[in-house]
């Protein structure tokens, strides 16, 4: 409500010049004028701290406080209709004509909330999936997450590229493939009926278990200690041998390669779908990294790396408070941060970014540390608009994921089972009473979905936060299907009242109300909740926070619904100018409340 404060600030000024002298506008008064919401236990919309003015009236906090409200009360009336005193605070109540005025102003504005014009390029990485394993529910989290900061973020004016790295090249690679040559028999999607990267997680599943069952027979028949069992493994060494393969090009790899990855692709691209993500730029490790490498053998050539005896490449940060980093191997074959480097590179030459975001867990803050300071030390100087968006992990009832031990939550059946649960419990209310087949499984669709995302939206990224599927299904309560069908009744109220009278939800209905039609209280409690949209989309993206526009739609549903219990839209006994009145805010409020959901990348049914 920034114009709202404005006003009052601007009424306030004059006060303060017209009752103790100076130019309102003037740097000596517009400072001290400190201006806030009141707080809820108070009456009021805005309070005015009276204490740094004291040294301009010369009065007690009470007594500037009253004097200022009365002259404010006197010659501001149209904004201000009431104040009270509490201690040095000057609380102020604005007239219902004055929230009537905002409510106007805000159903006037073209796309209110958001911000058209172009601002900065900034890239927003997220999923980046490694092509050894589907997608589970951390991944669920990186893409919600992502999609929404970058949907935030255009909605503030950025220019966002959102990207997709994908780590398809490196050793877990290999251990998939390594495994599906030994123990997969020819095995294909089409033959096994597996979604692609179903089939090659679960060769990696396989070769983690042959991999343990080596260690711990040379644990046992040999005698090694087990750290170096670990390392003597013979699958682990043939594994290591393809990757080494894989960067020589050999073909027979190569050709394996390409052909288990695009079964990966085809199955992320149908999960993508499915949850309702999508990338304007896709990159892959496998054309990045051999720049990782150039820039490597320049910060060698620069004196900002060094190579140790056996022939690795390293970056010494103990002088940074952090310490050695490895960036290539004694043979050659590079790491994560080899590859990172390459890539933060090739982006800001392709787009010229202001800033890059990357959505990644908690688990790799330290990476991110080591990634701006070793492009820093290579002479990158945009380096400084890297910001990690670190989130916490996500945790069942069960406890936590494992993907080598295959017990994680696939992201498919937990999408399926969102919107199997979404019907029944939907069904069970009655809410899909009289619908045909295809409308419920789509509304299904839109709940399970929708259920899904506000649960981990609503909760702050750096959180690590706990998934209970049953939770987040609720028709009452801070859920994403109650801000659905808050709006779907709304869109029930507009085909009745156009059934009856097609004029009623026209674009001429009133934007404002009726000038002399007084604001019931409840009315101006959501033309200020209204008001207060385009702040927290401008707060969303400041902190890079969906919960914070999660939070808004809840508390908006919240408030319509307190409403409409107390006050009747298209009864027959409500007069006319109210009925055209409250139909007209309750539409708008369907309007903020898609618009706000569509942040989070969540779709709003028409019926429920």
């Excluded at 796309?111 to 890239?123: D, H, I, L, Q, S």
């Excluded at 599943?205 to 711990?216: C, H, L, N, P």
């Excluded at 399926?416 to 939907?426: I, P």
């Excluded at 069904?427 to 295809?438: C, H, I, P, T």
Aim: hydrophobic share 40%; aromatic share 10%.
């Amino acid at each position: 409500m920034i114009e709202a404060e404005n006003t009052v600030k601007d009424c306030c000024g004059r006060a303060v010049a017209a009752l103790y002298g100076g130019n309102a506008a003037s740097d000596a008064v517009w400072p001290e004028l400190q201006i806030a919401k009141t707080r809820k236990e108070f009456a009021g919309d805005y309070t005015l701290v009276t204490f740094p003015l004291l040294k301009l009236s010369r009065k007690s906090p009470e007594a500037t406080a009253a004097e200022i409200g009365a002259w404010l009360r006197e010659h501001c009336g149209e904004t201000i209709g009431d104040f009270n005193v509490i201690k040095g605070f000057l609380n102020l109540s604005l007239t219902p004509a004055f929230w009537s005025g905002v409510l106007g102003d805000l159903m006037r504005t073209p796309n209110y909330g958001f911000v058209c014009e172009a601002g900065k390029t900034v890239m927003v990485e997220y999923s980046s999936p490694n092509t050894n394993k589907p997608l589970h529910l951390g991944h669920v989290r990186n893409n919600l997450l992502g999609y929404s900061v970058a949907k935030i973020l255009e909605a503030n004016g950025y220019n966002v590229v959102k990207a997709n790295l994908v780590n398809d090249r490196g050793i877990h690679i290999c251990k998939s493939m390594l495994a599906w040559l030994k123990f997969g028999g020819g095995e294909t999607p089409e033959s096994s009926g597996m979604k692609g990267d179903h089939l090659v997680g679960k060769y990696y599943v396989a070769f983690d278990q042959a991999y343990k069952a080596e260690v711990r027979r040379l644990t046992e028949e040999r005698g090694l200690d087990e750290e170096t069992a670990k390392k003597e493994a013979p699958i682990l060494k043939e594994a290591q041998e393809m990757l080494r393969r894989w960067e020589a090009k050999d073909p027979e790899v190569y050709g394996l390669w390409e052909r288990m990855n695009g079964w990966v692709y085809a199955g992320f691209d149908e999960t993508y779908r499915a949850m309702g993500v999508s990338f304007d730029k896709v990159y892959y490790e496998s054309e990045t990294y051999l720049l990782g490498k150039e820039l490597v053998q320049r910060g060698l050539e620069m004196g900002v790396l060094f190579r140790k005896e056996d022939g690795s490449v390293w970056a010494d940060l103990t002088g940074d408070g952090l310490d050695q980093k490895l960036l290539l191997r004694g043979d050659g074959t590079s790491v994560y941060m080899t590859q990172d480097l390459g890539t933060a590179v090739q982006r800001h030459g392709e787009y010229g970014l202001d800033e890059m975001i990357y959505v990644v867990g908690n688990e790799q803050n330290y990476h991110f540390q080591v990634l701006k300071l070793i492009l820093k030390k290579l002479g990158y100087g945009w380096s400084d608009g890297i910001f990690h968006l670190s989130y916490g992990m996500v945790e069942l009832p069960e406890g936590k994921m494992k993907s080598r031990e295959g017990t994680v939550v696939d992201a498919d059946d937990l999408i399926a089972e969102m919107v199997e649960t979404a019907r029944a419990v939907a069904v069970e209310a009655g809410k899909l009473d009289g619908l045909s087949e295809a409308e419920v499984a789509e509304i299904s669709r839109m709940v399970g979905l929708g259920a899904l995302k506000y649960f981990i939206l609503k909760v702050d990224p750096k959180k690590t936060m706990l998934f209970d599927p049953r939770e987040s299904i609720d028709f009452n309560g801070n859920t994403g299907p109650f801000i659905q069908y808050t709006y779907a009744r709304i869109k029930s109220l507009e085909r009745r009242a156009e059934a009856s009278d097609p004029a009623a939800v026209s674009d001429s209905a009133p934007a404002g109300g009726d000038a002399g039609r007084m604001l019931e209280a409840k009315e101006i409690e959501l033309i200020k909740q209204l008001a207060d949209f385009a702040g927290t989309v401008r707060l969303a993206g400041a902190e890079f926070s969906p919960a914070v526009v999660a939070a808004y739609a809840y508390d908006l549903a919240k408030e319509f619904n307190q409403y409409y219990h107390d006050y009747p839209i298209l009864r027959s006994d409500v007069p006319e100018s109210d009925r055209r009145f409250r139909l007209s805010l309750a539409s708008f409020v369907a309007c903020v409340l898609e618009r706000a959901m569509g942040l989070l990348g969540i779709e709003m049914p028409q019926r429920m």
